[in-house]
């Protein structure tokens, strides 16, 4: 008898190798949480994102999930550890943090704009170097503030050995805004990667135009060099254009991240015609992410769910962590990678 496994036996591994969440949040732990503006209001007030919460709320053992926060000790208890447990369980190797730097245009009630930040020094010491081997991130970068500020931006990220930076487009405008092609010629000379969000956001203050992903058009093109992960495919908003984006240049990625499975569009997330796209057209240049912690309650279901599709074992392992890897030239600390 042959020692290899038939497919019945691999389609029915759930877990046949270590997985890596390529998309994940960090900011929204309880301690010193109003010291990242825009952190508390990710838990606090009837919103669309705190309302989405309240699920992770009971899980994290808040007695009453569905009351409306008002105050920071009413936040549940979760912490740089409580990532951890999520991705043992699920057997998650690693995730890519999003250290974000926004602020919104202004609005009404709002006349500064509405600001998010995580800053990166933060997220090396409580996650990177706490926890070896289980996290990377990427800097905030936006020119609310002017081009040079920008680049000072790229260079913080740089200092801190994260191998990219992240565009906030909901609450930081046009990716292909000039005032920030100095600080993308920047990452392209230190050979850092850009991530860009597109799609739908329901954080206060953000314009949907902003995250059409047509606009990355502009800087794939201006920036050949540059490596360009573009976050969510333009869920909601674009998607068909997302999906062209990575088929036309070879320097755009994409991850599959839906940030509330039960609100978005299943269609992007759970459908097999989908991945079979995915399979098809761009197998090598697609990533697994979870947008970690809004999808809390549904992490293990959300990679059980993709790990039983009948999809080739071979793009699972690649969309599942193989391919982030290469993207991120990672090294893996475990060796059952
Ligand atoms: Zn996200």
Redesign the pocket.
């Known amino acids: 008898m042959s020692e290899q496994e038939g497919t019945i036996e691999k389609m029915m591994m759930p877990k046949p190798f270590k997985f890596f969440d390529s ?1 994940g ?1 960090p900011g929204l732990e309880k301690k010193g949480i109003m010291e990242r503006p825009g952190c508390f209001d990710m838990w606090a007030g009837n919103t669309v994102g705190a309302r989405t919460l309240m699920g992770a709320r009971a899980a994290l053992g808040d007695p009453n999930p569905m009351s409306i926060i008002t105050k920071p000790e009413e936040c549940p208890e979760f912490s740089p550890q409580t990532f951890i447990d999520y991705m043992d369980r699920s057997n998650v190797e690693a995730m890519c943090l ?1 250290c974000i730097h926004g602020i919104s245009d202004p609005y009404p009630g709002n006349k500064e704009g509405w600001k998010w930040y995580v800053p990166n020094e933060y997220v090396k010491k409580e996650f990177i170097d706490a926890y070896p081997g289980r996290f990377t991130a990427v800097g905030g970068v936006h020119a609310r503030y002017g081009k040079e500020a920008a680049v000072e931006m790229v260079l913080s990220a740089h200092e801190c050995g994260f191998p990219g930076c992240k565009f906030h487009t909901p609450t930081a405008g046009y990716p292909n805004n000039p005032d920030l092609y100095p600080a993308y010629e920047k990452m392209s000379e230190l050979g850092m990667h850009l991530q860009v ?1 597109t799609g739908q956001e329901e954080l206060p203050g953000t314009r949907a135009k902003y995250q059409d992903p047509v606009y990355l058009d502009d800087v794939a093109m201006d920036f050949p060099n540059l490596r360009i992960l573009q ?2 495919c333009g869920l909601f908003n674009n998607p068909m254009q997302g999906l062209w984006n990575v088929m036309k240049f070879e320097n755009v990625y994409t991850d599959i ?1 839906v ?1 509330h499975p039960t609100l978005m569009q299943f269609k992007y997330y759970w459908d097999l015609d989908h991945m079979r796209v995915l399979e098809f057209f761009m197998p090598d240049k697609v990533f697994y ?1 979870t ?1 970690f912690p ?1 999808t809390l309650t549904v992490y293990q279901a959300m990679i059980d769910n993709i790990m039983n599709m009948p999809l080739s074992l071979d793009f699972k392992y690649k969309l599942m962590g193989d391919n982030f890897r290469k993207f991120l030239n990672w090294e893996s600390k475990s060796d059952n990678p």
């Open positions: 998309h949040h999003q969000h976050l969510h991240t940030p992410g947008d809004l």
